[in-house]
């Protein structure tokens, strides 16, 4: 349920969260196997700790599991964390009683690493860093190091159904104007036109505006806003005239992060996650494609959202060298794990781009794409893109797209307290 | 007066403090749980908090970085935090009343029934038993979705009307949906605390009253509103506390997987988003912000007390 998980994709750190709520249903008997279970067996004389969040896909657990189970330097016992995972790492940080190894969405958070509660893993991963998708890689970054180290890359995309925009003769967008005119089209096809969830698209959509129209965040020091700029203010009122013109769904029977909308046919294009690309291929066969976030203006570029969740070292551990071992070997060097672990449990990307042939939903189609677009377009927040601050943006777009504000002024509200948060936060 | 041996002396004080019978004893023994756990789980967080609120207090109950007001400041100036102040003063200058003269309208139509009390009273009082969350999910996802399938779409639709997306944020239609929401809820609840405060009153009063010639409006205005003064007090008192606490209707009407929409947003509400909603955790923020708030809440409580009570002082 969307509403019981408060703090979802606040720094778009929430994606792969929010494939695991897609696929809730499927897992009625979660609650026997919750407990924590020893996997290790032969073992080392080592204890560790690894935590992980409640997946959604069934056999993740018995899976990760296995996994732990298979090293041979230390004992590895897995706790499975069904609830509000996001909410529970900072608070369990706080004690003495932490695991050694935890997975958290896109890496640790600022406060983490400004409180010494992880620590570096550069050298852990070594040379090794060159192996993964750059563009994740520069996100787990922070002031020159690497704090975690990245499991499977969870992504968001535009799904259209083909045979329409054939028959009405319209390319797929690959632009905003591109895709207001597909919109139009389905519209008049009878399908409804693009939906991007009940909010008009608003939430989830927000910060593709500003990559989209070819800006960042913020600028290359972290200390202002880096999207107050016309481009911006032209995409933001692109996106106003759009959800004015009658071709953007703002009501369908179910979220953006469903695929139920564009199924049965209430959204001809729909913005949706590469989670449900399964269900997608299931229903409509061969009748669809994906795209990234069409480029909006001149200087715009393709764009798609990415989530990571990855493997942290707490500080606190008392095996800090044995776990930093343990996550190498893992999300490293067992290669068929990492593909087993993307491949076999739901649609997920492997964060080596080289192990993406290897995955078979990827060898082809939609998700061979899919792959592409969080290689070559793949963004996500960034790191100092506090709660406060995506809040304030969030709340600006909403005042601007269907309150009718005035961009400029709106924003450069956002612009001032861009700078008194960053100063806050990086002081 | 001779000595008392020592342990004598040791006795009766012991006497005094054990009290008649043991009475002492017996209200230490009861009372005592009750203190600690208040201590524990409300008085020292309270004081905590507070003491928070002056560090920057991020992913940390042990601050070491004293920033003295910044917290305050940042808060203050934050053009969410003072408009979603000014919403709710004005929120809870109009439910206020709402509430309580619905509450009020029920009790005393219910309390004039001569048969079936039991079961309205029971009838309304049941919302305040169902969970708010659920009753937002059914006001949400059925009574007043956006789509055309909504019980509330349906009946426009009915009238002749388009489809109204009550919830989108396109128009101001959300604040029906969270008042009627609201009332639902509560008003069952201080019914029934006006309805024991209705039952205090003295029949003879009305009785008196009556032989002098006074009916109806003149009952109310000059009987059973003064007679009911101290339960109106509280009630007020707690519908007051109750609109600037506001969270979880407001959250799960209007919150949705990318966050909370910038209007009808209770202060609590963004108060959590700012400081725990996200990945976060700053308890500084958070605690700054309770303090604020509690600040509001003392004040407007203790103005409206003074304003209920004046005509008691008054005709003292």
Redesign the interface.
Known sequence: M??S???????S??IAA?AGVTACGSDAGMDSSSDSGASGGAGGNVALSQWYHEYGEEGVEAAVKSYAADYKDATVTVKWNPGNY??LI??T??TNDVPDVFE??NGP?L??I??G?VVDLTDTLGDAVSKFNPSVMKRLTFQDKVWSIPQTVDMQLLYYRKSMLDKAAVEPPKTMTGLVEAAKAAKAAGMGGFFA????G???L?NMLIWSSGLEQLNAERTQAGFLEPEFYAAISAYRDFFNSGALV????A?W?DAAAFINGEAGLQWGGLWSLTQVREALGDDFGVLPFPKIGDSGREAVPFGAFSSCVTAKGKNVDAAKQFVKWLWVDQTDKQVDFSNSYGTHIPAQPDLVPRASKLSEGAGKDAATFVRNSGFASDIMW???L???F???V??VV??NADPQKEFA?VGT?AK?ELK??S? | MSQLPASAQGASWWRTLRGFQGRNLWFAAFVAPFVLGLLVFVYIPIAWSAYLSFF?A????NPTRFVGL?NYR?LLT???FQNSLLVFIAFAGFIVPLTYVCSLGLALLLNGLTWGQAFFRSAFFIPTACSY?IA??IWRLSFF???R?SLANQLVRGAGGD?V?WL???NYWYWLVLVSLRLWLQVGFYMILLIAGLNRIPTDTYEAAALDGATGWRTLRYITLPQLRASTVAVLMLLLIGAFQAFDEF??LL?????????ARPPLVHL???S???????LG?GGAGTMIVTALIVFFGLTQNWLVTRADRRAG
């Not at chain 2, 991020?58 to 109950?61: E, L």
């Not at chain 2, 919150?255 to 209007?263: A, C, K």
Request: aromatic share 10%.
């Open positions: 969307s509403f998980r408060r703090n979802f994709l606040f720094l750190g929430g929010a996001d909410t900072p608070t940080l706080l958290y969405g958070t406060d983490m400004q409180q509660q969830g009940n909010d008009g608003v939430g989830v927000a703002q009501s369908a029977s979220e992060y506090t709660g406060p995506g809040d304030a969030n709340a600006a909403i005042n269907k309150r509200a307290k008194a806050r936060v002081g | 920057d991020r992913n940390t109950i910044q940042y934050d053009p969410l969350v937002a999910m979705n956006g789509a399938f489809n997306n989108g944020g396109t959250y799960n919150g949705s997987i990318s966050g909370y929409p910038p209007y959590y988003l700012i725990l909603g996200g990945q976060q955790q700053d923020l």
